[in-house]
């Protein structure tokens, strides 16, 4: 078992990542969405928390209008009457409005994302990251490329063990050329928060460069949903523009 900080330290260019899983007491889901960047348009944005969920935005329009605009903008996380979802583009309306009471977050993820391929950003073809909590049950998915161009989907059920997550993000970790993306399944990690400040906190902390690197982190997101009361959400969120 690998405490978040010495799994996301050893990540130094994840990419974006989404992990799921339950604090050390239990009774409640932990979400966690982070966004690294290397490039200007990349580094240019923040994390708010306004319309039902957290959303990706600029925070300079004329260096985010650099890249591809498409795929930096998106809501990251949104709360539905049914579950929450969280994902790396806006893959993340379709997931949340695909969940319904009592629905398996497996078929959830495979039937919103069935019309969604990896990231059109050659020469990486970046994978489309995804999650939702339906009720107390979880999933994760990673659409990427495969060798002939074809779209490869994985989906893999969460269990909400009380301090136990899984992560998957959108690279393996290496900062190289080309980027490696994220294979296999997912990560397995400890959340060790009682809090989503405490949480993110944590997180934001073990994605801090290596000394004398750069430091590749643009925002962190953590919610705590309560199992029982749909209402009781806790959100907190880490801009590094906020802090530097």
Known sequence: MNAPERLLAALEYPGRLVAIGAPPRGGAAVILYAITGRSASSQAR???????????????????????????????????????????????ADVRDGLTPGADPVSVLSGALARWDYEPDAPIYTPRVSGCLAGSRAGLSVVRRGPAGESLRSYFEVGLRPGEGRLVSTYEGPNADPLPVFTGEPRRLAFEGEAAAETAEAAYAALAPAPGAKDFRVAVACVFASLTDPAAVEVRIINRSERT
């Open 46 to 92: 923040r994390l708010v928390f306004r319309d039902g969920g957290v959303w990706v935005q600029p925070t300079d329009e004329a260096t985010l209008r650099q890249g591809n605009v498409d795929l930096l903008v998106y809501p990251a996380v949104l709360f539905g009457p049914a579950g929450i979802a969280v994902s790396n583009g806006k893959q993340t």
